[in-house]
């Protein structure tokens, strides 16, 4: 850590201006921070690099606001940890990834894993993420050294097992290295070598010996390519998981890299039912090298009983343990932050109470990233609560948010109310805004689910509550997209009664495609504030579809060949809740979007 470039920049970030007149001294804690202000002296005592940066931020906050305050805090994890996802298609540029890597410092993140998988690099392997917004190596140099100097450890997360689709789109891998779509060709020596390439040109740009090798949800390894090469013999997926994780391991031993895992394999295939994170899972038996992290992420459960005995368990792997959360962030249009704070609290008091010292927050990005990373904000700030406080409250959310970040966190609850609107959230996920967006006009597969909400009053009132949120100068621009978001479900709404009914006309749907495009500009404005341009296509796409959709709406009404096709039963298939949870392909067609 360069202390003085560290402070320095903290300052510039949360824009505090001149305060060359305070008087600072600094002095070391034995754990957690300590912050007394009194006018212009200031007095910070801490114990980590990451601890001075929290207490030095909270400090900025109070001069900000100008105001006197003495404050303790003891901290209840050896490391707090946040992951980002660069590889749903939005890729943080570099300068928007170094404010965020300054801001999660400032909240006293120790780590941060940049989640790759074909986002980075190889030397001399061209299709290796290609038109797909990969960093170079001195990108990734750039961003190592600037978050070393802040004080926290910057770690490539890839994937040397599964989830590797988006490599295998190029024939060149795919002829090689792949069984499946997905997964890698256990055993074989063009796969070793592949992954030795990987972990050389992941690591190669960063200052730590540190890498997450993901390994997590490799269901179908052996039964693709590798199946019908070995017909003759009996596929064991436990023996090939056991046989390339072993490959993996030792690679990682040959270049002095210290590796973690997400461990869900370890439990599927332990587990007497195949069941992920089976507690009756028998997971003494795998011998796993204690210098591996293994890494426990689960993001959906309310209840800490749920995380207990799960947790315990993993102690009979290793005492090398991690625990991840999420923050809810995927496959979404806002973030579910009602689930976010109860999931949250419930697995970190588990992870407390068992003695895991590691945790991280998850920010993943699922079906193309449609939630902005600004709206992560409050998501980092509640996770990183549980590290200096044992019980944060409301009160101590709310003023923190403002105090760490400059945000309002009444505002930003707001945001939930896209997708939530009872009283008391209930523990399924439902996603009523992206299915409304995306609903079609005239082969509305969910329009039976909405009839049980009045949501055009209801978005309509919601947009005019986040008219009236007073934003940072950092989520000025989200916060408009949202308003701007909320006000079309309330128009879509309309518009698919109004076409059920017959009574659409030109005008409503061209009203309606003009606040559609409306919707699509400040998108489009959102994405390249914070992305790169590799993956706007996508969203593009899907914009752009449903404005051609109105078009054809409008041309059948002339012709009066119009015809609405409305379910006569609720959406039978991926009903999670009352609405239902789908990905972008599930809900605007029941054909295929690619054959």
């Not at 990734?140 to 600037?146: I, N, P, Q, S, T």
């Not at 003759?232 to 040959?254: G, P, S, W």
């Amino acid at each position: 850590m360069d202390k003085n470039f560290a402070l320095q920049e903290l300052n510039k970030f949360r824009k505090t201006g001149d305060i060359s007149d305070y008087h600072f001294s600094f002095d070391k804690k034995d754990s957690g921070y300590s912050v007394e202000k009194v006018d212009k002296d200031v007095k910070i005592a801490s114990h980590t690099d990451a601890d001075l940066m929290r207490a030095y931020n909270y400090t900025l906050g109070l001069i900000n606001q100008q105001k006197d305050q003495t404050v303790s805090c003891r901290a209840n994890f050896d490391q707090v940890i946040a992951m980002i996802d660069l590889a749903r298609n939005a890729v943080l540029s570099v300068k928007t990834l170094k404010s965020e890597i300054c801001r999660l410092a400032g909240l006293g993140y120790s780590e941060i894993w940049l989640y790759l998988e074909d986002e980075f690099e190889i030397p001399g392997e061209s299709y290796f993420g290609m038109s797909r917004g990969r960093y170079s190596q001195d990108q990734l140099h750039e961003l190592a050294v600037y978050s070393d100097k802040l004080g926290v450890d910057l770690v490539p997360a890839i994937q040397t097992l599964g989830h590797l689709k988006n490599v295998f789109k190029w024939q060149h891998f795919n002829n090689t290295v792949a069984d499946t779509d997905n997964n890698l060709y256990p055993g074989k020596k063009e796969v070793a070598d592949f992954v030795e390439k990987e972990l050389k040109a992941a690591t190669a740009p960063f200052l730590t010996n540190k890498i997450h090798i993901g390994m997590d949800e490799a269901y179908s390894i052996g039964l693709g390519k590798y199946y019908f090469d070995h017909q003759n013999e009996r596929i064991d997926q436990e023996k090939l998981i056991k046989m390339h994780a072993q490959m993996v391991f030792n690679l990682c031993k040959k270049l002095h890299l210290k590796p973690m895992m997400w461990s869900d394999m370890w439990f599927e295939i332990g587990s007497p039912t195949n069941m992920m994170y089976d507690p009756q899972a028998k997971v003494d038996q795998f011998k796993v090298d204690p210098e591996i992290g293994q890494v426990y992420w689960d993001y959906y459960s309310t209840d800490k009983n749920h995380y207990l005995p799960v947790m315990k368990k993993h102690f009979e792997l290793t005492d090398n343990v991690y625990f991840a959360g999420g923050i809810w962030t995927w496959g979404r249009l806002a973030p579910n932050q009602s689930k976010m704070k109860a999931s949250i609290k419930a697995g970190l008091q588990a992870a407390k109470s068992v003695g895991i010292k590691k945790i991280a927050a998850t920010a993943w990005r699922d079906d193309s990233a449609e939630t902005p990373f600004a709206a992560s904000y409050l998501g980092w700030q509640i996770f990183s609560e549980y590290q200096y406080l044992d019980e944060p409250t409301e009160a101590d959310f709310e003023q923190d948010f403002r105090m760490l970040q400059n945000e309002d966190y009444q505002s930003y609850l707001l945001l939930d109310n896209f997708d939530n609107f009872r009283a008391i959230p209930n523990e399924k996920d439902m996603i009523p805004s992206k299915l409304l967006l995306y609903e079609d006009l005239i082969q509305p597969r969910f329009y039976q689910n909405f009839k049980k909400v009045q949501l055009h009053d209801y978005y309509h009132e919601l947009a005019e509550s986040l008219s009236d949120v007073i934003p940072s100068e950092s989520s000025a621009l989200m916060f408009d997209y949202y308003i701007k978001l909320a006000a079309v479900l309330s128009e879509k709404v309309e518009l698919l009664n109004n076409l059920a009914s017959k009574k659409a006309d030109q005008s409503q749907l061209e009203d309606y495609k003009t606040s559609l495009q409306e919707l699509a500009k400040i998108r489009r404005m959102l994405w390249f504030r914070e992305n790169k341009a590799s993956g706007s296509e996508i969203m593009d796409i899907r914009f752009g579809g449903m404005v051609e959709r109105i078009k054809t709406v409008e041309y059948l009404l002339e012709d009066s060949q119009y015809h609405m096709e409305i379910p006569e039963l609720e959406m039978d298939k991926h009903i999670d809740d009352d609405f239902g949870n789908a990905r972008y392909f599930e809900i605007v067609s029941p054909s295929d979007i690619s054959w």
